[in-house]
């Protein structure tokens, strides 16, 4: 599965992002979808992930309440809406995919997205 993510950029403190990723050249449908992000010198963490029914949602406690992942299966995108954004959210957020059993484990997580940055300035 080949995963390509959009939407960063650069936002000020309370406000809103929309990260989109699209997914292509595989079968999804026992798998989840999501995402993580890294700041510099800190470890990839878990930000949200959605399955491909939709049906199982979700989302790192630091983000819940703020972020919300959606999913449209028509173009194989999710989309992660980044609302009441903090200085704290700023780091590189990469798309992911895999089984969902290896959930929210990144190293046991096969295909990745090439990261797109999101700033947040106070």
């Known amino acids: 599965v080949q995963l390509q993510a959009s939407g960063g950029g650069l936002v000020h403190s309370g406000g809103s992002l929309r990260l989109s990723c699209v997914a292509s050249?595989?079968?999804?449908?026992?798998?989840?979808m999501g995402w993580f992000r890294q700041a510099p010198g800190k470890e990839r963490e878990f930000v949200s992930a959605i399955s491909w029914d939709g049906g199982i949602k979700f989302a790192a406690d630091a983000v819940k309440g703020r972020f919300a992942i959606s999913k449209h299966n028509a173009n194989n995108t999710i989309h992660l809406q980044m609302n009441s954004l903090k200085p704290e959210d700023t780091a590189v957020y990469y798309c992911?995919?895999?089984?969902?059993?290896?959930?929210?484990?990144?190293?046991?997580?096969?295909?990745w997205g090439q990261g797109t940055q999101v700033t947040v300035s106070s």
């Open positions: 992911a995919a895999g089984p969902t059993e290896n959930w929210p484990w990144p190293d046991r997580l096969d295909s």
């Open positions: 050249g595989g079968t999804l449908s026992r798998q989840m």
